[in-house]
């Protein structure tokens, strides 16, 4: 199969055509161009049939092709469309990233979900892949729009349906999850018992203080002592550690069932990143990772949970940290836009497979062995309570980043482009 592009496909039908372009009569011409007319309109009567927008733009973000769904969504008319940039009827799109992405080559996929008012109020789930696949450099990116707004409602509507239901679930899974620390726990307390009663053979105890004394000056005494205590140092640190891992599952539980509305006061997004990494640099330092911080050098104020935003910037930068080896390198940067301020949590790990995208804010999914499935979900909720959004992009084999938007305490005012204006 012929290519167009670095690895690109081409229709075999378009293969054969353009092999023989300069062996084509006017006939010939015409029936290819018959044949060409006939598969475009199959293609659009087939997207136009869809119920979901997709737009199709250009390197430079500029609309190439949309769909009558796509038109229905924006509410828009089909002529304001064409020849714009995306960015004019998506204005909450990054198309920095989308572009970056697309330029990077690679089995890349950036999905987000943002609120918009026109023409009424509604959630909208955006997936953006390039159009040449896995090739570097940009032939466009393809948008499809999932107007997810009775899906969120009904989402909403379970999860108040499922916390009650939730107490039967957590009593469940906390057995599960709490049963191998607590095993563990038994364990080496009946080791530490055992090694207890040792040392009181050991030293004599029914033999008197004559006996005890005699006992610790001979030479295999001090080495049997000291091979116990180190045994029992041992078993004490793995007892410490089982117990860090339940209190970890506790807090995660509580915190996914029993969710505190946010205290709002207006702030500086940077300040709390900047105490999250010096809260988590000895874990980074100690895993050898690499921190990069890329901050605006001033934020506008928004209004957040201090206390709650730590908690989001600590489950991305330790979902971070986990998918990266030694020498990965995470890097936290932040920035504004019209109408919210926004912080990114970029790692060079693994990424994150494509068909794994849907089910990654999902409760109780994790691809960690150790994971409870819960941060994402208590991520997601933590900013919808704040107004704000998250957004996703990520590439197999070279890193994700998740970025998160909170609405600025004064949206700065956002001119429309006027006729004409790109």
Avoid: C
């Amino acid at each position: 199969m012929a290519v167009t592009r670095k690895g690109v496909p081409r229709s075999s039908f378009l293969d054969k055509v353009l092999g023989r372009l300069d062996r084509l009569d006017s006939e010939g011409l015409q029936s290819v161009v018959q044949r060409l007319a006939r598969e475009r309109a199959f293609l659009e009567t087939l997207f136009n049939a869809i119920e979901d927008g997709v737009v199709v733009a250009d390197g430079a973000g500029r609309v190439v092709y949309f769909n009558a769904m796509a038109t229905a969504i924006l509410g828009l008319p089909p002529e304001s469309m064409e020849g714009e940039l995306v960015t004019r009827f998506l204005p909450e799109l990054d198309w920095g990233q989308v572009a970056r992405l697309d330029q990077a080559g690679g089995p890349g996929i950036y999905r987000a979900e943002f609120e918009v008012q026109f023409p009424r109020p509604r959630y909208l789930r955006l997936y953006a892949a390039p159009l040449d696949g896995e090739s570097p450099g940009t032939t466009g990116v393809a948008l499809i729009l999932h107007d997810a707004t009775e899906a969120r409602q009904k989402t909403n509507e379970v999860v108040e349906s499922e916390r009650l239901h939730a107490l039967t679930l957590l009593a469940a899974s906390v057995a599960h999850e709490i049963g191998n620390p607590l095993n563990a726990l038994h364990i080496h307390l009946q080791l530490i018992e055992r090694d207890l009663k040792k040392l009181k053979l050991l030293s004599g105890g029914a033999g008197g203080a004559g006996r005890k004394r005699r006992w610790m000056q001979e030479p295999t005494a001090v080495a049997d002592l000291t091979e116990i205590q180190g045994r029992m140092g041992g078993y004490l640190e793995v007892a410490k550690g089982e117990i860090a891992r339940l209190d970890y599952i506790v807090t995660e539980f509580l915190q996914a069932l029993r969710p505190s509305p946010p205290r709002l006061e207006a702030g500086d997004l940077n300040k709390v990143v900047r105490g999250t990494v010096e809260l988590l640099r000895p874990e980074l330092e100690n895993r050898r990772l690499v921190v990069k911080e890329e901050l605006a050098r001033s934020l506008p104020e928004a209004r957040f949970d201090a206390v709650q935003m730590k908690q989001v910037l600590v489950n991305l930068m330790k979902n971070a940290m986990q998918a990266m080896g030694p020498e990965g390198v995470m890097t936290v940067a932040s920035g504004s836009g019209p109408d919210a301020v926004w912080v990114s949590v970029a790692d060079t790990g693994v990424g994150i497979e494509p068909e794994r995208l849907n089910r990654i804010f999902e409760p109780f999914y994790t691809t960690k062995q150790r994971g409870t499935g819960l941060g994402l979900l208590i991520v997601q909720r933590i900013l919808r309570a704040h107004g704000g959004r998250i957004e996703l992009a990520s590439q197999p084999g070279r890193g994700t980043t998740f970025r998160m938007w909170i609405p600025l305490l004064e949206p700065r005012p956002r001119l429309l482009p006027g006729a004409g204006e790109s």
